[in-house]
């Protein structure tokens, strides 16, 4: 989609941290990191978010979010990470493309309730 923010990242448009990619899949650092280490997981393929996700694209996405988990744990070396997602503007979703929250956690003083 044209005018979507994280299209344009998984297109290179717009510059991003790196964190994973596969054919189906893109994860990167968010610009505003709650925790040290929080990524976002998305599917290439524009998607609003989860009430119009294909169940293979679903699959694809959550295939490879253990993978990615480990990653964070040893390039950051949390106690523990939540996944969030939010669906729909009243539910804290700001972006219109499907997407993940990895959330490192670091114990209880690490900024994140
Ligand atoms: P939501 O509120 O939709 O669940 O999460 C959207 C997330 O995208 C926010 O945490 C926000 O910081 C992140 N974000 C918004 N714009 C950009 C961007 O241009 N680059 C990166 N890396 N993250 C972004
Ligand atoms: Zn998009």
Not at 6 to 25: D, L, R, T
Request: proline fraction near 5%.
């Amino acid at each position: 989609m044209s005018d979507c923010i994280f299209c344009k990242i998984v297109n290179g448009e717009i510059p991003s941290a790196k964190v994973f990619e596969n054919e189906h899949v893109y994860a990167f650092l968010d610009i505003s990191q709650v925790t040290k280490g929080h990524t976002l997981v998305i599917p290439k393929q524009h998607c609003k978010n989860l009430f119009e996700l294909p169940e293979e694209t679903a699959r694809n996405v959550f295939e490879a979010v253990p993978g990615i988990a480990n990653a964070i744990k040893n390039a950051f070396q949390p106690i523990g990470l939540n996944l969030l997602n939010n669906n729909g503007e009243h539910a804290g979703q700001s972006v219109f493309h499907f997407h993940i929250h990895l959330i490192p956690r670091y114990g209880k003083d690490d900024g994140f309730r």
